[in-house]
C-alpha cells in the first residue's frame, strides 16, 4: 500500500532502528531492526505495534505516518550486527546416543541447536551411535528409524566434548535385562566422564546414566512423572523436583522433551557466551529462554488442569493483557456473567482468587523480562504495575528477591 507517489524531501540516511515489538504470548518482548533510509526526526513518537515491511524511499512517507498515528518509539542505533569469530575455537563433538525406543524430542531438539550453532561457524561435530556396539540402526518410539550410527567404541572424545542421553520408552527403565545387554555402553559412558567429557541426560535418559553410576551423590532431574520411580531405585541420587535441568560435577540432567532444549541453550552460553546462545535461540525462534532456576510447570500452565471452558478464556486473556487494568465485571462481560458470578467460578475451579492468580502471572513474566536485562521501569509496565516500587514489593514478596538479584 503507497499513500504517495511523490518523492519524499529527505535524505537517503542508511539508519539502523531498533524497536520494541508486541507479540503475542504474555506480553513478551522482541527486538526487531530495520535498516532503510529516513529522516531520522520522522520517527520520534511513541508505538506499541509495527509490522515489519521492506521500506522504499516510495512507500516510507506512508509507514512513517503509519508509525507515528501508532506512537511507536525507535532508538537510534549504528550498532552493527554482531559477528563472531570462531577461528581460534577449539572444536567439539557432541555424541548424541540413540537408545531403542528413543524419543524423537529428547534427542532431536538439542541436536538440532547444536547444527545451528555448527552453520553460524562454530567448530562442533555431531555424532550418533547405539547403546549397542556396532550397531548402525535404531528405531524410536515413533518408528521413525536411524541408519548408519557409528560405534560408541570408535569415537575418540576428549576433555570438553559432550555426549546426550535422551528418553526412552518406560518399560525399559525397569529391565533387568536391558540393563545387563548395555553394560559395556555404560562402563564406555563412565570412563568418558572421567576423561572429563560431559555428559548430559534429557527426561529418562537419566535412568541410563543413573544405571551407569554417575548420579551417586550428585543433583538430578528427569520428567516428572518419573521423579518418584528415579528416587527409589537410585537412593543415592539427589533427585531435584520442579526443576528444567540441574548441572553438578560435568553430569548435566534435563526434565525432558523441550527442557532438553533449554539445557542444549545454556550449554552453548557456557561455551561460546550468552550473546551467541541468544542468537541461536532467535534462529530457531525461542523467544522465552529457560533457566536452571525455572520450573518445569510454568505459572501460565499451572492452574489450568480443569474442564471450565469460560475460566480458560479468562486465563488465556489475562496471561496476554497483563499491562491493561481490568475489573470483574469487565473480565466477566468476556464470558457473559456478573463480576460476582466469575469471582465465585474463578475460585471454585482454579482455588486461587483472580487477584492471585494475576500476581503469579506478573511474577513469573516479571523474572524472565529481569533475566534478559530488561528495564526495571519497562519490566512494571509490561506487567501492569504503576511503578518501580510495586514491582519490588511483588517480587519480594513473591519470590523474595529484588529485580537487582535477578539482573545478570
Same mark, same amino acid.
Given at each position: 500500500m503507497i499513500a504517495s507517489s511523490q518523492p519524499m524531501a529527505v535524505q537517503p540516511n542508511p539508519t539502523i532502528f531498533e524497536g520494541r515489538q508486541a507479540t503475542e504470548g504474555h506480553g513478551s518482548l522482541l527486538k526487531v531492526k530495520y535498516a532503510f533510509p529516513v529522516d531520522r526526526r520522522a520517527w520520534s513518537k511513541h508505538a506499541?505495534?509495527?509490522?515489519? %515491511?521492506?521500506?522504499?524511499?516510495?512507500? =516510507?512517507? &506512508?509507514? !512513517?505516518? +503509519?508509525?507515528?498515528?501508532?506512537?511507536?518509539?525507535?532508538?537510534?542505533?549504528?550498532?552493527?550486527?554482531?559477528?563472531?569469530?570462531?577461528?581460534?575455537?577449539?572444536?567439539?563433538?557432541?555424541?548424541f546416543v540413540i537408545p531403542p525406543r528413543v524419543h524423537l524430542l529428547d534427542m532431536s531438539g538439542p541436536a538440532h541447536i547444536f547444527y545451528e550453532a555448527s552453520d553460524f561457524g562454530v567448530p562442533i561435530r555431531l555424532a550418533f551411535t547405539s547403546t549397542y556396539a556396532r550397531v548402525s540402526e535404531e528405531t524410536s518410539s515413533s518408528g521413525l528409524a536411524f541408519a548408519h550410527l557409528e560405534s560408541f567404541e570408535g569415537l575418540e572424545l576428549q576433555e570438553g566434548d559432550l555426549i546426550?542421553?535422551?528418553?526412552?520408552? %518406560?518399560?525399559?527403565?525397569?529391565?533387568? =535385562?536391558? &540393563?545387563? !545387554?548395555? +553394560?559395556?555402553?555404560?562402563?564406555?559412558?563412565?570412563?568418558?566422564?572421567a576423561k572429563g567429557v560431559k555428559v548430559c541426560s534429557v527426561c529418562t535418559g537419566a535412568f541410563l546414566v543413573a544405571e551407569a553410576g554417575l548420579l551417586d551423590h550428585r543433583q538430578t532431574t528427569t520428567h516428572w512423572k518419573f521423579q518418584q520411580l528415579l528416587k527409589d531405585r537410585y537412593a543415592n541420587a539427589e533427585v531435584l523436583t520442579n526443576r528444567l535441568f540441574v548441572f553438578q560435577e560435568g553430569i548435566y540432567?534435563?526434565?525432558?522433551?523441550?527442557?532438553?532444549?533449554?539445557?542444549?541453550?545454556?550449554?552453548?552460553?557456557?561455551?561460546?557466551?550468552?550473546?551467541?546462545?541468544?542468537?541461536?535461540?532467535?534462529?530457531?525462534?525461542?523467544?522465552?529462554?529457560?533457566?536452571?532456576?525455572?520450573?518445569?510447570? !510454568?505459572?501460565?500452565?499451572?492452574?489450568?488442569?480443569?474442564?471450565?471452558?469460560?475460566?480458560?478464556?479468562?486465563?488465556?486473556?489475562?496471561?496476554?493483557?497483563?499491562?491493561?487494568?481490568?475489573?470483574?465485571?469487565?473480565?466477566?462481560?468476556?464470558?457473559?456473567t456478573s463480576g460476582r458470578n466469575l469471582t465465585r467460578l474463578f475460585?471454585?475451579?482454579?482455588?486461587?482468587?483472580?487477584?492471585?492468580?494475576?500476581?503469579?502471572?506478573?511474577?513469573?513474566?516479571?523474572?524472565?523480562?529481569?533475566?534478559?536485562?530488561?528495564k526495571v521501569e519497562t519490566v512494571a509496565r509490561s506487567c501492569g504495575l504503576q511503578s518501580t516500587n510495586q514491582l519490588r514489593s511483588l517480587l519480594r514478596k513473591h519470590a523474595g528477591l529484588l529485580p537487582s538479584d535477578v539482573m545478570s
Open positions: 506499541k505495534y509495527f509490522r515489519p %515491511s521492506p521500506v522504499t524511499r516510495r512507500n =516510507a512517507l &506512508y509507514w !512513517s505516518s +503509519q508509525i507515528q498515528q501508532l506512537g511507536f518509539t525507535f532508538k537510534n542505533s549504528m550498532r552493527t550486527p554482531v559477528k563472531f569469530d570462531f577461528s581460534q575455537t577449539p572444536p567439539v563433538t557432541a555424541v546426550f542421553v535422551p528418553g526412552l520408552e %518406560s518399560h525399559y527403565l525397569t529391565d533387568t =535385562a536391558f &540393563y545387563d !545387554s548395555i +553394560q559395556p555402553f555404560l562402563a564406555w559412558l563412565v570412563h568418558q566422564h540432567s534435563s526434565a525432558g522433551v523441550t527442557s532438553g532444549i533449554d539445557m542444549a541453550l545454556f550449554m552453548l552460553e557456557e561455551l561460546y557466551g550468552s550473546n551467541f546462545a541468544a542468537r541461536v535461540a532467535r534462529e530457531v525462534v525461542i523467544y522465552m529462554r529457560r533457566g536452571v532456576e525455572d520450573p518445569q510447570l !510454568s505459572i501460565f500452565l499451572q492452574y489450568r488442569n480443569h474442564l471450565e471452558d469460560r475460566v480458560h478464556k479468562i486465563q488465556e486473556w489475562l496471561s496476554h493483557n497483563l499491562d491493561k487494568k481490568h475489573t470483574a465485571d469487565q473480565l466477566a462481560e468476556r464470558i457473559h475460585k471454585d475451579t482454579t482455588g486461587i482468587t483472580i487477584g492471585q492468580y494475576v500476581e503469579k502471572l506478573r511474577v513469573e513474566h516479571a523474572l524472565h523480562l529481569l533475566r534478559e536485562n530488561e
